[in-house]
């Protein structure tokens, strides 16, 4: 019985796939006809750079199973690979800093997603391009009139809304970031946040806020994909990329505009150390004999268990390492308004001092059940004294 | 001689829900301070241990039974057979009377206010005020429920109670609301079991008794 279930099971799971396989290869005929041509040959760039074929099929393996895809959706994936450099980007630049490019950018050895990154067609990034002032001005004209609705904006930085937005101006005609942002937005066939700033607004939007700095999507009031962390890891925006090119559209999104299959669990759920948590063996303080065996970082002030994110599967630098497995506890950064729910980084989030003071929540509760048990006594001996002399005190209906 | 007479106060469903709510919030409170104070276990390997998965697991499980339990109790104020009392929890709205209540409350006067319905003044808005107490920590345990366990069940109710989790901030927001509703309930049972033996005391009527056999002495022709 069970077995005949699960061979039904089976079949209906690989006809779902093979036809999500047959969309697959439509789509990504249809974006090798309507992408701008490659500026290089792809396999060229990977021999350029040392990549050896071995090495990409590794990555492809990764991806596909990041992606929450079967094996065979491999090549499929490779094949979106070859077109990611040709998909038009424009990257703005908000209140940041710059980190997320950093880490996008950035590595001891060049991994297939830093390549990818590398060469991808940067219509547009302040930081990278070698135009300045004017020049650069042209640039992003030009893009948004090659491409129009076609091109990806990419945004990293949170825009500030407080005196008009005036809290952020930039290029050579000084218009502010809120402008410039919908002037681009509205152009581009998707908005991709890069980083908690723009998805959320992060530490620039932290209490209090005075530039009254936001998220892309709540200044906007766009809808915004959110590559949520701080930084980000590349592998969630290269992921989401592919998959628009490899299914024609978004990925499932949660309530909070990140893609389900990078930010669907937490990082409680995929940690290493959790069986310690699970065991009751806690890091109690830093450098002492729970630290050396690796145990739970909860009480040090772990904030895997209210995360979202997928850190712990896919690692950074080259999945060489992550927060938690180099000894700290996680910091929650891929959440929303996490520099004041987070608080205090290094312990538990019941011990945020209140209202700017010294006291936590449990020191007033206790002051309070104190205060009550202190109360009930002087109240029973009051009671005691006035009721003293009396018979009976009737309950009147 | 004076006359006592019995009368049933409390139905049997009543008093089971408030016994078995109150094991298990006491239950939960225990519980729930240790996954927010966890002490390390130093002694013997990890595969042999799993006292905080144990303890979730209680907790949880309490939890769902207060989850249900409080359904039934909205259900018994609505359609108990023996007293639906859902008009009682309106008590307080009678402002002269919840004056007279506080008077007698503070030993100010010594003319107890009229009792008119099943629950004076200050109890209707005690007890209306934990069940809505109860309310916002099931809904908060319920996100934290499905955040943490993805199959069954919990996966099911995870979608239902997900934007609550968005409105409230995200997780550690609704983990630090629970927590502080904690103290709520711990402040609650110190004042309720302290009035329930004062009402014994002072009317001599066998209120904490009642919740036991439901029945109370009145004294008198009525
Ligand atoms: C009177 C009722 C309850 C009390 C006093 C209580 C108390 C607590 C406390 C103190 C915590 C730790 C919070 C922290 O770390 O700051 C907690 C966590 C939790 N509670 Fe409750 N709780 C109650 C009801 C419930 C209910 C009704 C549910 C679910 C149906 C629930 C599910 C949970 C879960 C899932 C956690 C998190 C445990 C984890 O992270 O694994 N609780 N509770
Ligand atoms: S270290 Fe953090 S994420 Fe890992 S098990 Fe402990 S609390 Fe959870």
């Not at chain 1, 910091?331 to 987070?342: A, K, L, R, S």
């Not at chain 2, 609301?177 to 066998?206: P, R, S």
Request: hydrophobic share 45%; with cysteine.
């Amino acid at each position: 019985m069970a077995h005949q279930k699960s061979a039904q099971y089976d079949r209906v799971v690989r006809k779902q796939y093979r036809e999500l396989m047959d969309r697959c290869k439509v789509n990504l005929d249809r974006m090798d006809s309507e992408l701008p041509p490659p500026v290089e040959d792809f396999q060229d760039v990977l021999k350029d750079r040392g990549v050896s074929r071995r090495s990409f099929i590794k990555w492809t393996s990764i991806m596909t199973g990041a992606l929450m895809l079967p094996p065979m959706f491999k090549p499929m994936v490779a094949r979106a690979a070859e077109q990611f450099s040709r998909v038009p980007v424009v990257w703005l630049h908000m209140a940041e800093c710059t980190g997320c490019s950093e880490a996008l950018l950035r590595t001891s050895y060049p991994n297939i997603d830093d390549i990818l990154l590398d060469t991808i067609s940067l219509e547009y990034h302040e930081t990278l391009m070698a135009a300045a002032g004017d020049q650069a001005e042209q640039c992003l004209e030009k893009a948004l009139h090659d491409f129009p609705g076609k091109f990806v904006c990419v945004v990293e930085g949170a825009i500030p809304l407080a005196m008009g937005g005036k809290y952020l101006t930039l290029g050579p005609k000084g218009k502010t970031g809120l402008q410039l942002a919908r002037e681009v937005t509205s152009k581009a066939a998707m908005t991709i946040c890069i980083g908690s700033c723009s998805a959320f607004g992060n530490v620039q939007a932290a209490k209090p806020n005075p530039t009254g700095a936001v998220g892309v999507g709540q200044a906007l009031g766009i809808e915004t994909v959110n590559i949520a962390g701080c930084p980000p890891n590349p592998n969630n925006f290269v992921g989401t990329i592919l998959h628009c090119l490899m299914f024609g559209g978004l990925p499932a999104l949660d309530g909070l505009g990140r893609p389900v299959w990078a930010y669907g669990k937490r990082i409680h759920d995929y940690c290493e150390r959790r069986p310690h948590y699970d065991a009751g063996e806690f890091v109690e303080e830093w450098g002492d004999d729970g630290a050396k065996k690796g145990w739970c970082l909860y009480k040090v002030g772990c904030k895997g268990p209210y995360t979202f994110a997928n850190c712990g599967r896919i690692r950074f630098n080259d999945a060489i390492s992550w927060p938690i497995m180099a000894g700290h506890g996680c910091i929650g950064c891929t959440e929303p308004n996490f520099w004041d729910t987070m608080a205090p980084l290094e312990k538990p989030i019941q011990d945020a001092t209140i209202g700017g003071g010294e006291a936590t929540v449990d020191h007033i509760a206790m002051g309070l059940t104190v205060a009550t048990v202190a109360g009930i006594a002087a109240h029973a001996g009051a009671t005691a004294w006035v009721h003293r002399d009396d018979k009976d005190t009737a309950n009147k209906e | 001689m004076e006359n006592i007479v019995p009368k049933k106060e409390w139905s049997v469903a009543i008093r089971y829900n408030h016994w078995i709510m109150a094991f298990s919030i006491f239950a939960l409170i225990v519980t729930g301070f240790y996954i927010a104070f966890p002490f390390t276990l130093t002694q013997g390997e990890t595969v042999n241990k799993f006292f905080m998965g144990n303890t979730r697991g209680v907790h949880v499980f309490f939890g769902v039974i207060l989850l249900f339990l409080f359904v039934w109790r909205l259900y018994l104020a609505a359609f108990s057979r023996f007293h639906a009392d859902w008009k009682d929890f309106f008590a307080w709205t009678d402002i002269n009377n919840t004056v007279k209540q506080i008077k007698f409350y503070l030993l100010v006067s010594k003319e107890p206010p009229a009792h008119k319905y099943l629950y004076g003044p200050l109890q209707s808005l005690a007890y209306g005020g934990l069940l809505f107490l109860v309310l916002l920590i099931c809904l908060t345990g319920l996100i934290l429920m499905g955040a943490g366990y993805h199959a069954g069940w919990t996966a099911l109710i995870y979608p239902v109670v997900k934007p609550f989790e968005i409105i409230l901030g995200g997780l550690a927001s609704v983990r630090y609301i629970h927590h502080v509703l904690t103290w709520a309930f711990v402040l609650f049972i110190i004042v309720h079991v302290y009035m329930a033996f004062w009402y014994d005391v002072i009317f001599k009527e066998g209120t904490v008794s009642s919740m036991i056999s439901g029945v109370v002495f009145r004294k008198g022709d009525h």
